[in-house]
Structure formats: C-alpha cells, structure tokens
C-alpha cells in the first residue's frame, strides 16, 4: 500500500531534480540571448567595414557557446530546445559573413561544437545576410562585385536544396523556402540593376554621337 511518507519523499526528490534544471534552463536562457545579441552586433559591424569590432564580438560569443554547451552535459532536454538552437543558429550566420568579407575559410559544426542541424540552419540564413550585403554593394555602384556576391548566394542556395530531411531531424525546408524568395528577388534586382546600366550607356552613346554631329546642322 502507497503511503503519503512515500509519495511525499518521492515528490521532494523530483523537486529537487527539477529545482537544479529549472536553474540551468534560467542560466542558458541568459546565455543564449547574450549569443543572439553578440552576432547580431557582429553582423552590424560587418557590414559596416569594422572588421576588428565584429571578430571581437565573434570571439566572445563562440566563447559563450563553449560554455553553454558544458553548462548542459548531461541535460540533453535543454540543450536541443529552441532557443539553443536559435543562438547556435544566429553564431554560425555571423561567422559565415565573416569568413565570406574576409576571405577566410568558414569553421565546421565541429568546430564550433554545435549539432549539424543547428549548422545547416544558420546556412540558410546565411544566405540573406548575403542579400543585404548585396544591396550595399549595389547601391554604392559596384555593379560588377554585386553580381559576384549573387553568384556565390545562388550556389550557397544550390547546396541547400540538397539537403532533403524530415522536419523532425532538421527544419531545413522552410529555411530553403526563405532562400529560394531571397535569391529570386537579387535575380531580379541585379537583372534590373544591368538592364538600366545598358540603357545608360545606350543613351550615352546617342548623346555624344549626337553633339559630335551637332556642327554640321548649324552651317
């Protein structure tokens, strides 16, 4: 026969298990948001031109991420939620710009220590930092390097889409669908961006051709 003493020793034994996770689940809730803001800001800086700033922020936030992910051995149930996922996520993008503007080679998910999952999301986004790195070059008139920066977002894309898992083991599908609108609206963009540069010069051409004949209608 069950007795109060032994469910109340048994209750108090699951409190104190809970007590100790409900602790961690607080203190990697504070982690991760610091990881989400550090490569946010690194990310800002980057496409700025402060590339030291943005290597600084870079470098603490893979140290958060080192120390998230031994804060949680053990504790698998908090590590594969959400939010860990998120802040692995927002990392592997910031780095990725990072090595892409710097011309470095871009660090694995072993090497940051972070589920391939988690890697392969951050790619995905990845490829609209790409698009807003894009527009600045487009808008400061580099037309030629603008669509160099298309090229390579169009092949990160391609690589992408070979990537074909149920959404229970990684939910790359709607990261594929976010890129797949991405790289169709820099298609049009750089497409709009030639068209009017030969229209330019089209008129360019009449103009001069126009003034150089322009002697010969006065006499």
Do not use: C, W
Request: proline letters at 1%.
């Amino acid at each position: 026969m069950v007795t109060l003493d032994e469910i109340r020793e048994m209750v108090e034994g699951i409190r104190s298990e809970l007590d100790v996770e409900d602790e961690l689940r607080e203190n990697a809730l504070k982690l991760t948001r610091e990881i989400v803001r550090l490569s946010g800001d690194a990310v800002k800086a980057l496409h700025r031109r402060d590339f030291e700033e943005a290597r600084k922020r870079l470098d603490e936030a893979r140290e958060k991420v080192s120390s998230l992910r031994d804060m949680l051995k053990g504790h698998e149930a908090i590590y594969f939620t959400g939010y860990v996922q998120t802040a692995h996520q927002e990392l592997v993008e910031a780095l990725l710009l990072y090595s892409y503007l710097m011309g470095e080679r871009a660090p694995t998910h072993e090497e940051l220590g972070i589920p391939a999952a988690d890697y392969v999301l951050g790619l995905g986004d990845f490829i609209g930092e790409l698009r807003r790195h894009f527009l600045i070059t487009l808008m400061e008139g580099r037309l030629e390097r603008a669509e160099e920066v298309f090229r390579f977002m169009e092949a990160v894309y391609h690589e992408l889409m070979t990537l074909d898992y149920p959404k229970g083991l990684v939910n790359v599908r709607q990261k594929q669908d976010q890129a797949r609108r991405v790289v169709e609206r820099t298609l049009e963009d750089i497409t709009r961006a030639k068209l009017e540069g030969r229209l330019e010069e089209l008129l360019t051409a009449t103009v001069e051709r126009l003034d150089g004949g322009g002697g010969d209608r006065t006499r």
